[in-house]
């Protein structure tokens, strides 16, 4: 019998996914990943992580009959995920934690921990699906079933090593339809329960006061600029902004103003008009490909630059062995440093890297 290490969350998709598992004859062993300290009186059903998140995972592992564990990855979140989420910020970038959590904890720290349990295998309740390639012989991310639900633009960095080890067992239901619906017909105690939608570590969105508590110090004001170096005002902090953002400038002009460039070095802050934000070519580092090994020659890909943006059609070229240099067809709004950018090709991910 085939041993899998089930992450929980105490969310409906990863219960579900212990669930199909142990239903496929997998011997399932459950744990929750204790990953930082959330206040015990902050109550916040849009993130993870909680107390109650701990409590709900082990009720449905009770209910399957199956182990469960906390493992204890707070020091590893906290220098992996939240010192480099901080550090983004001061450094005029925007970060993606949930992918750096993917990357540095769930797929890399829990997936050694599973070896030493003798798990042939480790399982999320993710949106995707990963099958074997059987004529290159490459293990292929791809797209959820639901496209709306698909969350492979957070798994770009896989290596084959831990496509191999994982499974993804709701990476081919619908959740509405039937995840849900598995959930209520076996009386699980989330089956209702809103997905999470804010990063966990955060209370209610405040970022900036949660960076100046972290660092412990006053983030320091400095000047909007405009492109031509123009000083048009204050700004409260580096951190209180982004590539693309409208409101919350406390300034007022006669045509709308956004946040084109963040400058740590001189503490500026740049203002542009809109269409000073749209940019056809740029760079991404750290790059991980999945489905080629390299990339000789200009490929045509889709690509997205945030999750939630529509693919737009690109062509990539490999300029160095961790630099790509990506042109798209038609210019896009508010590309921002720190942000991933993941290749399609059709419903198969190419790869991915980090905006540069």
């Known amino acids: ?19 199909i598992l142990k239903k496929q004859g997998y011997d399932v062993i459950g744990t929750t990943l204790k990953l930082f300290d ?33 493992f204890n990855f707070k020091d590893e979140f906290k220098k992996n995920v939240i010192s480099k989420f901080v550090s983004s910020y001061l450094n005029g970038s925007t970060p993606n934690p949930c992918i750096d959590c993917n990357k540095f904890i769930k797929f890399d720290k829990m997936l050694r921990r599973s070896k030493e349990l003798d798990c042939n295998f480790i399982a999320t309740g993710h949106y995707a699906i990963i099958e074997k390639d059987d004529i290159t012989g490459k293990y292929l991310l791809k797209k959820a079933k639901d496209i709306n ?33 598995i959930a209520l017909e076996n009386n699980f105690i989330n089956s209702k329960k ?9 209370s209610n969105g405040n970022y900036s006061n949660f960076i100046n508590n972290y660092v412990n110090y006053d983030i320091p004001c400095g000047n909007f600029i405009d492109i031509d170096g123009n000083i048009l005002g204050k700004h409260s902090g580096i951190i209180n902004y982004t590539i693309g953002q409208r409101k ?65 059609p690109a062509m990539v070229s490999q300029i160095e062995n961790d630099l790509l240099h990506v042109e798209l067809d038609v ?8 942000q991933a950018l993941v290749m399609y090709d059709g419903d198969i991910v190419v790869g991915g890297g980090i905006i540069d």
């Open 331 to 338: 210019p896009q709004k508010a590309i921002t440093k720190g």
């Open 149 to 181: 639900k698909d969350q492979s633009y957070f798994l770009y960095f896989l290596t084959q090593n831990q496509l191999e080890h994982t499974l993804f067992p709701v990476g081919n239901l619908y959740k509405q339809q039937e995840v849900r619906k």
């Open 248 to 312: 919350g400038l406390g300034l007022s002009f006669k045509e709308p103003m956004y946040v084109g460039k963040i400058n740590p070095k001189t503490n500026d802050v740049v203002l542009c008009q809109k269409e000073s934000l749209y940019r056809k070519t740029f760079t991404v580092k750290d790059i991980n490909l999945i489905s080629v090994n390299l990339i000789n020659e200009p490929l045509k890909v889709k690509v997205k630059t945030r999750y939630r943006q529509v693919e737009q």
């Open 194 to 202: 809103p997905d999470s939608q804010d990063i966990c570590f955060i």
């Open 38 to 70: 959330k206040e015990e009186d902050y109550e916040d059903n849009k993130t993870c992580c909680s107390l109650n998140d701990i409590d709900d995972a082990r009720c449905v592992a009770n209910k399957l009959d199956i182990p469960f564990y906390v």
């Open 1 to 19: 019998m085939k041993k899998v290490l089930m992450a929980m969350s105490g969310g409906v998709d990863s219960s579900v996914s212990a669930y």
